[in-house]
């Protein structure tokens, strides 16, 4: 199984700036199928992002994915004080599929 | 929709972990519906679907010791892991799952199973 490694494991930002968080995978992820979540303590997780670059429904335009291959990433163009959470990306191009170990975005 | 997990929080080793879940505001019977799980300090895990006609696949690792089942008329599936040890304790997840072992884009807010005796 494809096993994807995030990075880093925190980081600490203030509101308003830039976040990027990288996902890499054990192997090429196929046809780009990589979903990112958002996840609060104690909520449900939410889908920001699928498809690598797709946005769900209803996630604001300063979130945004790319990649392609074996390397992903995440970036909040301006972050939010509801953007501090965890974040998790997600394979679904081979079976089974499977998730990353998890980045905390924590306040600075 | 909206999906809420339900079921004991405590299991003794050996024995069997059974969760439900409950969904409103759409159908079970389209889609795909999954249950997730994280152990502490671990990363999320797939542990299978049940498609909307019946069908079932199963994470190989959790494969022999999982059924997963669904009551359309109460807008249910459950979950059922047998022989459990410590290392099925883990906060439970139900997801909507768009194709099967894909992505999902509606989860339950998780239900903590603990194994001890």
């Known amino acids: 199984e494809i096993v994807l490694t995030q990075s880093p494991g925190t980081l600490s930002l203030s509101p308003g700036e830039r976040a990027t968080l990288s996902c890499r995978a054990s192997?090429?992820?196929?046809?780009?199928?990589l979903a990112w979540y958002q996840h609060k303590r104690g909520q449900a997780p939410r889908l920001l992002i699928y498809?690598?670059?797709t946005r769900a429904t209803g996630i604001p335009d300063r979130f945004s994915g790319s990649g392609t291959g074996t390397d992903f990433t995440l970036t909040i163009s301006r972050v939010e004080p509801e953007d501090f959470a965890v974040y998790y990306c997600?394979?679904?191009?081979?079976?089974?599929?499977?998730f990353g170990q998890g980045t905390k975005l924590d306040i600075k | 929709v909206r999906l809420q997990e339900s079921g004991p929080g405590l299991v003794k080793p050996s024995e069997t972990l059974s969760l439900t879940c409950t969904v409103s505001?759409?159908?079970?019977?389209?889609?795909?519906w999954s249950w997730v799980r994280q152990p502490p300090g671990k990363r999320l895990e797939w542990i299978g679907f049940?498609?909307?006609?019946?069908?079932?696949r199963y994470n190989p690792s959790l494969k022999s010791r999982v059924t997963i089942s669904g009551d359309t008329s109460k807008k249910q599936f459950s979950l059922k892991l047998r022989s459990v040890s410590g290392a099925d304790t883990a906060v439970y997840y139900c997801?909507?799952?768009?194709?099967?072992?894909?992505?999902?884009?509606?989860w339950g807010q998780g239900t903590l199973v603990t194994v001890s005796s």
């Open positions: 505001g759409g159908s079970i019977d389209s889609y795909y």
């Open positions: 997600q394979q679904y191009g081979n079976s089974p599929n499977t």
């Open positions: 498809g690598a670059s």
């Open positions: 049940l498609s909307y006609n019946g069908n079932t």
């Open positions: 997801a909507r799952d768009l194709l099967g072992d894909y992505y999902f884009d509606s």
């Open positions: 192997q090429s992820v196929s046809t780009n199928y």
